[in-house]
């Protein structure tokens, strides 16, 4: 197993601005969900794909929007990046819907300047 | 109802002491009580979880407690060592719900040598 991986590991973008992050996560891992992990507090769900279809969402606004692809591999993008979307995106996935132990990314650090 | 509150946010021990990091929920359909152990600059990774239907779990140094009743349970670490010192986070999982993890603040842990 190769675990999850993520990129970029940091990255600097203007308000305003557009950014994609990427994750690739473990061959059979058909769960992928991101969280946004703000400075010194818990990681925060964003959303969930299962089989390239969203099936869960957290309290984030549409300018958050996600996929995933048939290879395991899955994007995050943000539009219209503000100040407070600054922080560490985290990927994590898991086999199935029935296995719960996920496996996290390292993350991409954030910074909207 | 969604959320998990931690405490301390921050603990200070000897080497060689008891570490002990308490969650508490209000959410009865969660099933899956989760602890993470998160090092500087690293995505949170998995050190030991629980499901309600046990009080306790414990491996190596590792002990989840487990209380139903009060909606309530802890993580110990026994014999705390100088590279257990990483920011810990509880969490928790309704499986109706796509399995999203709902985390804790954290407490950052720091053993002295």
């Known amino acids: 197993e190769t675990g999850v991986t993520q990129s970029p590991t940091h990255l600097i973008k203007t308000r305003g601005q557009q950014v994609t992050l990427r994750c690739s996560s473990q061959s059979g891992h058909n769960t992928v969900s991101w969280y946004q992990q703000a400075l010194g507090q818990g990681p925060q769900f964003i959303f969930q794909y299962y089989r390239e279809e969203e099936n869960g969402r957290g309290n984030f606004p549409p300018r958050f929007s996600g996929l995933q692809f048939p290879n395991y591999s899955s994007e995050l993008n943000v539009n219209a990046l503000e100040l407070d979307d600054s922080a560490l995106y985290l990927c994590?996935?898991?086999?199935?819907?029935?296995?719960?132990?996920?496996?996290f990314g390292s993350g991409t650090r954030l910074t909207v300047v | 109802q969604q959320q998990v509150k931690q405490s301390p946010q921050s603990l200070i021990v000897q080497k060689g002491g008891i570490s002990i990091i308490n969650c508490a929920y209000e959410?009865?359909?969660?099933?899956?009580f989760p602890w993470y152990q998160q090092f500087p600059g690293k995505g949170p990774a998995l050190l030991i979880a629980?499901?309600?239907?046990?009080s306790e779990k414990k491996e190596g140094r590792f002990t989840i407690s487990f209380n139903k009743s009060a909606k309530q349970f802890s993580l110990h670490i026994m014999d705390s060592q100088p590279g257990d010192s990483a920011t810990y986070f509880c969490a928790a999982s309704n499986p109706s719900n796509t399995g999203k993890l709902i985390f804790g603040q954290g407490t950052t842990l720091q053993v002295k040598p």
């Open positions: 629980i499901r309600p239907d046990v």
């Open positions: 959410n009865t359909a969660f099933d899956y």
């Open positions: 994590a996935s898991r086999r199935d819907r029935a296995n719960y132990g996920y496996t």
